[in-house]
């Protein structure tokens, strides 16, 4: 025993008190190892944060501090824009509570009112053939009976032929039975046609004319009534339809 080599001794002891040893020492070592990397970390953590702590800002005094306000003059821009008459009205909607609005109660003009309610013959003269529209009566001319719609005035040829009351005229024609024809508008839907006159007539379509004014002179172009001496042929007509002209000239 007493000649065992140092070797020997020293793997006895390795496999004795030396493993405890050798534990402790890796303990230790990695106690170290940990300490050092959690002060590691905590330093890292220190380092992120703020330098100077939980600092305060303080504002300026806003009393003393003004911003410059551009001129009127030098900015076109800033000219307050006068509101208009539409903006000023603001939008009123009815409820439905609200009563209804009243309507103007004035009465709209008559357009149509006769220009005037004083008349005058065409000419001045004989009836040679009266009004008869409901009543068949003796045509001189084609021999039988029918309906006239007008008054056959007796008036020689030449004679003036005048308006019977004031108003417009509306035209000028030659009709194929009743000649040359002057047609006179009075207002509220009457109107006035003259027949058998001369084709030289005086007025124009569009002209003014007063009561008794010159439309042309008897003539003898309605060859529908060449069997009636000579005569002008009068009809009034009231809103289109053929009326009794001694309505009017009565």
């Known amino acids: 025993m007493k000649n065992r080599s140092f070797l020997n001794k020293l793997g006895d002891f390795a496999m004795g008190k030396g493993f405890y040893i050798v534990l402790f020492l890796c303990i230790a070592t990695i106690g170290i190892s940990g300490y050092y990397l959690l002060k590691t970390v ?3 953590t220190r380092a992120t944060a703020p330098a100077g702590g939980s600092a305060s800002v303080t504002l300026p005094d806003q009393s003393t501090v003004r911003p410059s306000v551009p001129s009127v003059e030098n900015n076109p821009a800033s000219t307050p824009v006068k509101p208009s008459a539409s903006d000023a009205k603001p939008s009123v909607r009815p409820e439905p509570d609200d009563p209804e609005p009243v309507k103007d109660q004035t009465p709209e003009p008559d357009t149509q009112e006769t220009v005037s309610k004083v008349f005058t013959w065409p000419v001045q003269g004989a009836i040679l ?12 001319t084609l021999g039988d009976w029918r309906t006239h719609g007008g008054l056959d005035i007796a008036a020689a040829q030449g004679v003036k032929v005048l308006s019977i009351s004031a108003g417009t005229v509306e035209q000028i024609y030659t009709d194929g039975l009743m000649g040359t024809t002057v047609v006179v508008s009075h207002g509220g839907g009457l109107q006035s046609w003259y027949c058998n006159l001369d084709e030289n007539v005086t007025v124009e379509a569009g002209d003014p004319v007063d009561i008794g004014s010159e439309l042309g002179t008897v003539g003898s172009s309605a060859i529908a009534e060449v069997g009636v001496g000579s005569h002008v042929h009068l009809e009034t007509l009231l809103d289109g339809q053929p009326v009794d002209p001694r309505n009017y000239l009565n």
């Open 129 to 140: 053939r009266d009004f008869s529209i409901e009543t068949l009566s003796l045509d001189p």
């Open 42 to 44: 905590v330093n890292d």
